[in-house]
Each structure stands twice: as structure tokens, then as C-alpha cells.
């Protein structure tokens, strides 16, 4: 059964950082890249970047790129992202998902998801 759990979501006031983590079991040797993606209520779920499995080459959206820092630790099968600088507007639930395609940045993509965690910014 795979599995992907998402830890290290909580409130924080804005200029903080936090470090999300995404745990991952089951079958994940097809699995090509993780990514990560959240969703501000009324909104649609955005891409935020990736990070291949094998290579741990990474990829992020412009909109987060140089504040939001993708990682991995693949002895632990966990994906990590550190986000610097938290404004208000990153106040959303954060999601971890698998992909066995190359190049995926739609939600589309992705096989499996964790159940997401909060991420709430106060000014």
C-alpha cells in the first residue's frame, strides 16, 4: 500500500521559516519525481516544484523560486521542503505528491498525494 505522509505544517508569524516533510512508503521504486503543491482555500492547487528520486535534480515554479527549497533523504524515502521568508499569502494547505512522468507540473500528473498540511502565515 503506498503511502505519503505530510509532517511540519503549523502557524507561523510572517519572516518565519518551517520545514515540511513527506513521508513516503509502499511500492515507490517506479516513481520518477515528488513534488510539491498547495491549495489557499478558493483557490486552485498550485505547483511549487520537484525533485527526482534518482538524481535529486530539483525544479520549482518562479513564483517560489529562491524562497522554497526542495530536498531529500532517500534512506528515509523523505522529501523536505524548507520555506524562507513566509509572507501571509503562503498561508495554504500544503501538499506532497508522486509522478512517474518527467517534466509533470500538473496535479494531473500525479499518482498519489498525502492528506496535506496546514500552513498558516499571520502577519
Known amino acids: 500500500q503506498v503511502q505519503l505522509v505530510e509532517s511540519g505544517g503549523g502557524l507561523v508569524q510572517a519572516g518565519g521559516s518551517l520545514r515540511l516533510a513527506c513521508a513516503a512508503s509502499g511500492r515507490t521504486s517506479s516513481w520518477l519525481a515528488m513534488g510539491w503543491f498547495r491549495q489557499a482555500p478558493g483557490k486552485e492547487r498550485e505547483y511549487l516544484g520537484r525533485i527526482t528520486w534518482m538524481t535529486g535534480s530539483t525544479y520549482y515554479s518562479d513564483s517560489v523560486k529562491g524562497r522554497f527549497t526542495i530536498s531529500r533523504d532517500n534512506a528515509k524515502n523523505t522529501v523536505y521542503l524548507q520555506i524562507n521568508s513566509l509572507k501571509p499569502e503562503d498561508t495554504a494547505i500544503y501538499y506532497c505528491?508522486?509522478?512517474?512522468?518527467?517534466?509533470?507540473?500538473?496535479?494531473?500528473?500525479?499518482?498519489?498525494w498525502g492528506q496535506g498540511t496546514q500552513v498558516t502565515v499571520s502577519s
Open positions: 505528491a508522486s509522478t512517474t512522468r518527467s517534466g509533470s507540473i500538473e496535479p494531473h500528473l500525479y499518482g498519489y
